[in-house]
């Protein structure tokens, strides 16, 4: 056998770095990365429900009340580093999410769908700005009549990674450019006062 013959890859080599599992290891390897730092022994890392879920849950590290009508802030003892070129965006469960269920109770209250929906329960705030690596704090408002209790261990809101643009400038002008919306919006598209006011506008 000649010496100078260019080395040949071992079948099973080759067909490694197609099989899903090597596909998989790439793919995560080049994955951007939420980096978390636990705060404190009641901090939980951040989860996906679901492989396609657009934001992981965020868990409260302590038991807190929500008064009436009130607000109140809610630390997960987490900090983090997002992706590069991102920004955090806290935001509600979706409603069909088993929210508000206490890890201990979990397997009692899996099946239950959507407390923040029932219990009127809503997020504000929820801007993380990328170079925040403070506790991450969840603001939620309680616009029911009732107290709200969170127990710690529960899921509060999800975080969403949005990409966004961060090397804008800012001009001043006299016009902008036209376009077909213009100035219609609140409700433009699709209730019968606007249908009214477009025709207005027609004659
Ligand atoms: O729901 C929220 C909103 C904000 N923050 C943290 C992350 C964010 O980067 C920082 C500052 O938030 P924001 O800029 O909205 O608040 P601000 O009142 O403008 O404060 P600052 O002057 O510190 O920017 O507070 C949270 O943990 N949860």
């Known amino acids: 056998m000649s010496t100078n013959s260019p080395k040949k890859r071992p079948l099973e080599e080759i067909n490694d770095d197609n099989s899903p599992k ?16 636990k705060l404190s022994e009641d901090a939980q890392t951040p989860t996906k429900g679901s492989k396609m879920a657009a934001g992981y849950d965020l868990f409260s590290a302590k038991e807190e009340t929500v008064a009436a009508h009130g607000k109140a802030l809610i630390k997960t003892d987490i900090a983090i580093q997002l992706p590069e070129g991102c920004y955090g965006r806290i935001g509600m469960l979706h409603k069909e999410n088993p929210s ?5 109770k ?9 407390l ?19 506790n991450v704090g969840v603001i939620l408002f309680n616009h029911s009549d009732e107290p709200f209790k969170v127990a710690k261990g529960t899921r509060i809101a999800q975080l969403i990674l949005e990409k966004y643009v961060h090397d804008s400038v800012v001009k001043v002008v006299d016009s902008l ?3 077909a919306r213009g100035e219609n919006g609140f409700g ?8 009214t006011l477009h025709d207005k506008k027609r004659e």
């Not at 979990?106 to 959507?114: C, Q």
């Not at 923040?116 to 403070?134: E, L, P």
């Not at 433009?188 to 249908?195: A, H, L, N, R, Y």
């Open 22 to 37: 090597a596909k998989k290891q790439k793919t995560q390897n080049s994955a951007p990365v939420l980096y978390v730092q």
């Open 100 to 104: 508000f269920i206490t890890q201990k």
């Open 106 to 114: 979990k397997k009692k209250l899996a099946p239950r769908s959507g």
């Open 116 to 134: 923040a929906w029932k219990n009127h329960i809503a997020t504000g705030g929820g801007v993380i700005d990328g170079d925040y690596r403070g």
């Open 177 to 179: 450019n036209e376009s």
């Open 188 to 195: 433009s598209t699709g209730t019968d006062s606007t249908i």
